[in-house]
């Protein structure tokens, strides 16, 4: 289906790709891997034509219809649902044309093509996609405008997975997707017909979907069979069978040599040693197998405190004058605890997270901390707060605060893999993966007893997160975690707390445990649906009670306010994605864009906790 031969493709004056061949088969489910900046999504723009190619050829079978999720997602007035039918262009075509079109015969063909692409069905089966991603039916029929960015990439990727394509193309799909979005997900492009080309950091995503990975390796494209633990035992033993024969090589060179060095001179032995020699130029210079360095990093030990180091006692915490996000929360952090929240997006993970931190206040209870505890907190939503024309070492040399040295600020930077150079190059040229770092990097310097991480592995390669498990399991203090990939949760964390309903309580149970809970709700979900509509026809509907308008007002008036408040972020939101689109705003200072863009940055994340705040004001008011 799609064939990729001698590709040459230089970005600046950096060479990603050096006559670069590989081919992938119709129905293949193909991963595509490499480290930061080895070229995995130049690659899918150039298969796209977004970019052009230096030399070679990029050629698809016949007429192949390729889909990818846009990277501007849908916004303005237009609802979830229609946004997601708008995707498969020839539905929309033929029903525009219907409704226009004089002519019977050609009438009669658009009715038969639609008949025959499913046309009636379509709402059905893009209600179906948006369900697994998270939009309930009231979610569904809301304007893509009130969404936060998000959010509006799940409608995006909706769109893609509806419209069904040959060539399905997905990078990093699974960001912005909780655990139950993505497992709907996995078993979605399980299921899928077509074929597949994925990027993907996600481990068990790429072993429970994958039969072939494309690893891209020194500007070339190595193609492996199976999954990617297949892909990772395999490559090891073609680097340790590569190694194992430059070995040999080098011995064989080694015995000639001696020869030839012993006997060049002596005239009895002078043609057998210039046919040494000659066997030596044959055998080619001494070629050492390719090994990628892993970036390692280190968290800093802290001493040692009693335990337990934070306890909640009878604690309930929300936001603003909204209803309580969390209810009566009694639980205690030890020193050596390795916690993972689990729960759907908008459940309050991140809000428990911010109530440890002490970034948010009870509004009832006490929470108790060990006077001396120092607490790390990392989330990607800081990112916003890097100043982009500063380096690492401004950044750190600040936090760390006067009198630090340089050597202490190099020694905290270098713990995440900061070279010297790295740490002074401006942030706004360092990749996803380094802003992480520096991250994680500035939420440890002052060697934390207990670290917080709400998706820590966002931006980050496979190496980078094996890294990261390995200074987590190092570290000698106590860690609470939030993250969607399920290989970290698996390798690192020894509890589960489910987050769910307005409450956190431990789970009994292992993620494989979780996820199967999930599956089985899920599965009875349409059912028990189905069950209550057929009651509802079959049964009278009894009269509803009356309601207390007292004792709803304040609900109500609280729903009304978050209301309000979407709105506005979202009619500044659009003002801001206006200025960043207008070419002028970059005829000027370089740091009037930056700015424009933390803004909405900032922005972004205001509307999503509004949109939370909005969600739970509803279930409350519906529940009064």
């Known amino acids: 289906m799609l ?17 670069a061949s590989a081919a992938i088969s119709d129905g293949w489910k193909v991963g595509l891997v490499g480290r930061n900046g080895a070229g995995k999504s130049t690659l899918l723009k150039l298969i796209q034509g977004e970019l052009e190619a230096d030399g070679g050829d990029i050629n698809l079978m016949g007429r192949t219809r390729i889909g990818s999720v846009p990277q501007d997602p849908p916004g303005g007035d237009i609802t979830v649902l229609d946004a997601v039918l708008a995707a498969d262009l020839e539905r929309t075509q033929l029903l525009a044309e219907a409704e226009t079109c004089q002519d019977g015969l050609r009438l009669a063909e658009i009715h038969m093509r639609l008949d025959e692409i499913g046309a009636a069905s379509a709402p059905a089966r893009a209600a179906s996609i948006l369900n697994g991603l998270g939009f309930d039916t009231a979610a569904q029929g809301r304007p893509c405008g009130e969404f936060s960015g998000g959010w509006r990439m799940r409608v ?11 060539l399905l193309i997905l990078d990093e799909p699974s960001n912005h997707l909780d655990l139950e979005a993505q497992l709907w997900l996995t078993e979605h492009l399980k299921r899928f017909r077509h074929t597949l080309l994925m990027v993907s950091h996600d481990r068990d995503l790429l072993n429970d979907v994958c ?48 020869f030839v060095d ?50 909640l006692d009878e604690v309930t915490v929300g936001y603003g004058d909204g209803p309580p996000v969390l209810r009566k929360l009694d639980l205690r952090l030890d020193m050596d605890d390795r916690i993972a929240l689990l729960g759907q997006n908008g459940n309050g993970k991140s809000t428990f997270i911010r109530l440890l931190s002490d970034r948010l206040v009870p509004r009832e209870g006490k929470v108790k ?31 760390l605060g006067p009198g630090a040295g340089e050597a202490k600020v190099r020694a905290q930077l270098g713990r995440f893999g900061f070279s010297r150079d790295r740490a002074d190059l401006k942030v706004g040229v360092l990749s996803g993966g380094e802003k992480t770092r520096l991250l994680l990097a500035l939420a440890t310097r002052n060697a934390p007893h207990l670290l917080l991480l709400d998706e820590p592995t966002n931006h980050l390669d496979m190496d980078a ?133 933390k ?26």
Request: glycine fraction near 4%; proline fraction near 6%.
């Open 369 to 399: 901390r060990t006077p001396k505890l120092r607490i790390g907190y990392f989330s990607q939503d800081q990112e916003e707060e890097l100043d982009y024309g500063e380096t690492p070492f401004d950044h750190m040399n600040r936090a």
């Open 156 to 166: 995006a990727l909706a769109g893609t997975l509806f419209s069904d394509p040959d």
């Open 262 to 311: 012993r006997f060049r001179y002596k005239a009895s032995k002078a043609r057998q040693a210039q046919s040494r020699l000659k066997m030596i130029e044959k055998l080619g210079p001494v070629a050492t197998a390719p090994i990628e360095e892993r970036i390692s990093f280190s968290f800093p030990p802290p001493e040692e405190l009693a335990s337990p180091i934070e306890t």
């Open 3 to 19: 064939h990729v031969t001698d590709l040459s493709f230089r970005h600046g004056e950096r060479v990603l790709f050096d006559r």
């Open 211 to 258: 039969d072939h990975i494309v690893h891209i390796d020194q500007q070339k494209l190595v193609p492996y069979g199976g999954n990617y633990d297949t892909f990772e035992r395999t490559r090891a033993e073609r680097l340790e069978n590569d190694a194992a024969q430059q070995a040999r090589l080098a011995a064989q060179r080694k015995h000639m040599q001696a």
């Open 465 to 597: 997160r094996a890294s990261l498990i390995d200074a987590i399991n190092d570290f000698e203090g106590a860690v609470v975690l939030v993250s969607h990939d399920t290989h970290l949760v698996k390798m690192v964390a020894d509890q589960l707390w489910l987050v769910a309903r307005g409450a956190v309580q431990p789970f009994d149970g292992d993620i494989d445990d979780y996820q199967t809970q999930l599956l089985r709700e899920r599965g009875a979900r349409p059912a028990k649906e189905a069950k209550a509509k057929k009651d509802r026809k079959e049964k009278p509907v009894p009269a509803p009670a009356p309601v207390e308008k007292p004792k709803r007002g304040h609900l109500k008036r609280a729903l009304e306010k978050s209301e309000k408040l979407i709105a506005e972020l979202t009619r500044q939101r659009s003002e801001v994605e206006a200025r960043l689109a207008d070419p002028a705003t970059y005829s000027g200072p370089s740091a009037v864009a930056t700015e424009l863009q």
């Open 599 to 624: 803004e909405k940055l900032r922005l972004e994340r205001e509307l999503a906790h509004a949109e939370h705040d909005w969600l739970v004001a509803q279930e409350a008011y519906e529940a009064a």
